[in-house]
């Protein structure tokens, strides 16, 4: 999946599992840049577009 294929708002995971975040923006280097909560805070994440697969898809 590339990074054409995300929405802001889109539920991402990495391929190989792990927890559900929501794709909030590209970054400069391409990236995407992600964010979850855990309960108590919020977090961000940047990870690369191929690491990643849309929840559900």
Not at 14 to 34: F, N, Q, V
Request: contains cysteine; negative net charge; charged residues 30%.
């Amino acid at each position: 999946m590339t990074e054409s294929n995300f929405a802001i708002g889109d539920e991402v995971m990495h391929r190989i599992g792990g927890k559900k975040m929501i794709y909030t923006e590209k970054s400069m280097d391409g990236e995407a840049i992600c964010e979850w909560f855990d309960g108590t805070r919020r977090h961000q994440d940047v990870d690369f577009h191929p690491e990643l697969s849309r929840v559900g898809a």
